[in-house]
């Protein structure tokens, strides 16, 4: 009988004590004295944090060393029009919609312009503080595009008239407000031996644009630009060139062709804050 009894008390503290070692050998690991975060997780996968997939619907390249956000806040919107002619016709459905938002709290601006023709999409993200910018472009819910360094005579934000590619601007001396805003005329000519007008229907092109005379008046937060960037657009305009900082508020394109491009604003709207995702291309 006291055999039988100390036989049971044996395997009474046994059992657990092979349980643990077949229990760790199966696991890798020992229990723990209290639950931490990591077994909890274990216990239960559903309170694992989800790691973030890469939208497969915008796929973003460019220079790996470049930062950007995923969304930005502006509170300075522009509405423009495009529209263009063949000759003295109006292009059905040609033009395209644009939207311009400039930041008061910092140096950063984005155009959206959407083609009437196609439903394609543009968006450029100029961001001085980053010094980054991003262009991309979409259609059918599907987007991609390439982020680098902000330069300020390598940068061509999307724009009717592809005004990247215009020489030296030349005061007119002419003054007209629009949208409350007040401006001064210049007019351009392309540079004729860009390869990216030379044999085709741009090859010649006479530009009257518009532009702000002050800049500040759309775009706040252009005094919190970096010092060096205000230097070098400082230096341009001296030079006459055009840095596509702050965009013409109205812009008459004649090309060699006889086609034209027409671009105004509508309205402007202050001080009213609006996130803008990068996303928000594919909606």
């Not at 938002?101 to 196609?118: D, G, K, N, P």
């Not at 919190?224 to 840095?243: T, V």
């Not at 060699?256 to 027409?262: A, Q």
Request: contains cysteine; hydrophobic residues 35%; glycine residues 8%.
């Amino acid at each position: 009988m006291k055999k039988t009894i100390l036989l049971a008390v044996f395997l009474f503290l046994c059992v657990p004590a092979l349980q643990a070692q077949l229990l760790k050998k199966l696991t890798g690991k020992q229990k723990t004295p209290a639950d931490t975060e990591e077994t909890v997780d274990g216990s239960f996968p559903q309170l694992r944090p989800k790691a973030q997939q890469p939208d497969a619907t915008l796929l973003i390249g460019g220079d790996e060393k470049v930062q950007i956000d995923s969304s930005y806040e502006y509170d300075v919107a522009v509405y423009q029009e495009s529209e263009a002619f063949q000759g003295s016709q109006r292009v059905i459905d040609g033009g395209e919609d644009i939207v311009i938002y400039y930041s008061s709290t910092a140096a950063a601006f984005c155009i959206q312009l959407t083609s009437r023709s196609t439903g394609a999409r543009y968006h450029f993200y100029g961001d001085f503080g980053k010094e980054s910018q991003l262009m991309l472009s979409g259609v059918g819910g599907i987007s991609s595009g390439e982020k680098a360094a902000l330069e300020l005579k390598g940068m061509e934000p999307v724009y009717p008239g592809e005004i990247g590619y215009l020489s030296q601007l030349t005061r007119t001396g002419s003054k007209k407000v629009i949208a409350g805003v007040a401006c001064e005329e210049y007019v351009a000519h392309n540079l004729r031996h860009d390869p990216r007008v030379v044999n085709t229907n741009h090859a010649k092109v006479t530009a009257y644009v518009w532009i702000p005379m002050d800049p500040h008046a759309v775009f706040p937060g252009y005094s919190l630009m970096p010092g060096h960037f205000k230097n070098q657009i400082e230096k341009m305009r001296i030079a006459g060139s055009y840095p596509p900082v702050v965009m013409p508020l109205e812009m008459f394109l004649e090309y060699g062709n006889g086609d034209k491009v027409f671009t105004h604003t509508t309205h402007i709207i202050l001080n009213e804050r609006r996130k803008v995702m990068l996303t928000d291309i594919n909606r």
